[in-house]
């Protein structure tokens, strides 16, 4: 005879029902937990000027390609690098500090205001002497930047112009450090839409040229725009804008501008040179398609990099205790993590499709640079996330040491990889510098991340 089967008792059974919706609901609490978070509702809110300057910017692509061919977006691509540095000496590099140090001090209007005068008057010295410099040096860097003197015009514009980049950035720097969210969605979503009708316009009636003329000339509609949009806060009063500049205050910005323009400085100049290489080693069209491939990076990684610099460089800043942070840390590694994943992945085998869809035939060869560009893609968000503690905490000598370092890296690595491989030697040095980087901050971090959690002690600056 079989054997009986053993019958489970109906208390057993209910048991185990109680205890699985019991679970169900914890996890379902766990859920709405986040879905509530900060990081998320910031993420969501980010998304939709992301999703808009994304289409935005895949139109602009897609046009702009059509139009000047891989040549022109090289020469695009170096003049983006350049204005990158001119706008972050521009402000002294003092975004981030604001940012910090407004938020830190947003509930205390007498504390707040002299970041306000201290961070206009910098930015308007500095700006006045810069724009002063490209009207000057025009002709140099027409012949440097963009190979020829007769782009010179391009650098008087942006001298004229330089104003209100700057201002545009402080600005949102103040925003970001209030917390104003919906009016920086607001601001990006115009930013993105103003762009897009600016390269369009200028690319189809002026080639290579006004492609060149709307990267410096768009930020000046804008700037009238933010000033409407931050109008309406109540924390906005030209009084305090231009309030009496802060010697005390200058000295604590002073730790963002040093940690600001050794990115400022080593990112795009470390892009310029490699661009530069490739140029030399291969093709002006061959360094077209690097920055085609840059181009669909700095695309896709918006919804993370817009997210992370609204939202979580203020809350590290907020945060003293050491557990805290590394909660905070591991939450945003959760959330990005998968994120980067399944994207890289369906970004490289739907590589034909994007090129197809966003460029022309002559972009064709694009198709070898995604591998490594992905990877260095991850490696560099992956470090980020762990960089923006840096910026945080002030740790600017540790800061300014790795910025140093990965440009060091990258031209050296870059020089002997772009001569055996070409382009793709450019993406191999660049996923080869952000696996060191995120490395080297994992051993920086070691203790936070992986040992005790006591109270997180504030690095000496």
């Not at 805290?324 to 590589?351: A, D, Q």
């Not at 968000?381 to 960089?387: D, K, N, P, S, T």
Request: hydrophobic share 50%; charged share 15%; proline share 2%.
């Amino acid at each position: 005879m079989a054997p009986r089967e053993k019958k489970v008792p109906m208390a057993n059974y209910l048991q185990n029902s109680v205890f699985k919706m019991n679970n169900f609901h914890l996890l379902l609490a766990k859920a709405k937990r986040i879905l509530k978070s900060d990081l998320v509702k910031v993420s969501l809110l980010n998304s939709i000027a992301t999703i808009i300057r994304m289409i935005t910017g895949l139109v602009s692509v897609k046009v702009v390609a059509a139009i000047i061919g891989p040549a022109g977006i090289a020469l695009l691509g170096q003049l983006n690098n350049f204005s990158t540095i001119l706008l972050s000496i521009s402000n002294g590099g003092i975004n981030a500090g604001m940012t910090k140090y407004v938020s830190e001090h947003s509930d205390n209007e007498e504390e707040y205001t002299p970041y306000l005068g201290t961070g206009f008057w910098i930015t308007l010295v500095l700006t006045g002497i810069l724009s002063l410099l490209l009207v000057f040096g025009a002709g140099y860097f027409a012949e440097t930047i963009l190979l020829d003197t007769k782009y010179k015009t391009i650098f008087y514009i942006f001298g004229a112009t330089l104003f209100f980049y700057s201002f545009s950035t402080l600005l949102i720097s103040i925003l970001n450090g209030f917390k104003e969210y919906k009016k920086y969605v607001i601001i990006n979503i115009a930013g993105s839409i103003v762009g897009l009708i600016f390269s369009i316009i200028l690319s189809v009636k002026f080639g290579v040229y006004g492609a060149l003329l709307s990267a410096v000339t768009f930020q000046s509609v804008l700037f009238f725009l933010i000033l409407g949009i931050m109008a309406k806060s109540p924390w906005f009063k030209w009084k305090h804008i231009v309030s009496n500049f802060n010697k005390s205050v200058s000295i604590k910005l002073g730790h963002y501008t040093l940690m600001a323009l050794a990115s400022a400085i080593t990112i795009p100049a470390g892009q310029l040179i490699v661009r530069k290489f490739i140029t030399t080693n291969s093709s002006i069209g061959e360094a077209g398609l690097w920055e085609g491939v840059n181009r669909i990076s700095n695309i896709y990684l918006m919804v993370i990099t817009v997210s992370m610099g609204v939202y979580y460089l203020p809350r590290l800043a907020e945060l003293k205790n050491k557990l805290e942070l590394k909660n905070e840390i591991l939450k945003v590694y959760k959330l990005i993590i998968p994120f980067l994943v399944i994207t890289t992945i369906g970004i490289f085998f739907s590589r034909f499709l994007i090129i197809k869809i966003l460029f022309t035939k002559e972009f064709s060869g694009m198709k070898d640079l995604f591998a490594f560009q992905l990877v260095g893609d991850f490696l560099k968000i992956a470090g980020w996330v762990l960089g923006y503690l840096l910026i945080a905490k002030a740790k600017t000598k540790t800061y300014i040491i790795m910025e140093l370092v990965n440009f060091v890296l990258l031209i050296v690595i870059c020089y002997f990889l772009v001569k055996q491989y070409g382009a793709v030697g450019a993406t191999i040095g660049y996923a080869i510098v952000y696996l060191v980087y995120l490395l080297v901050l994992l051993v920086v971090f070691r203790k936070l991340l992986f040992l005790d959690n006591t109270e997180y002690d504030h690095p000496r600056r």
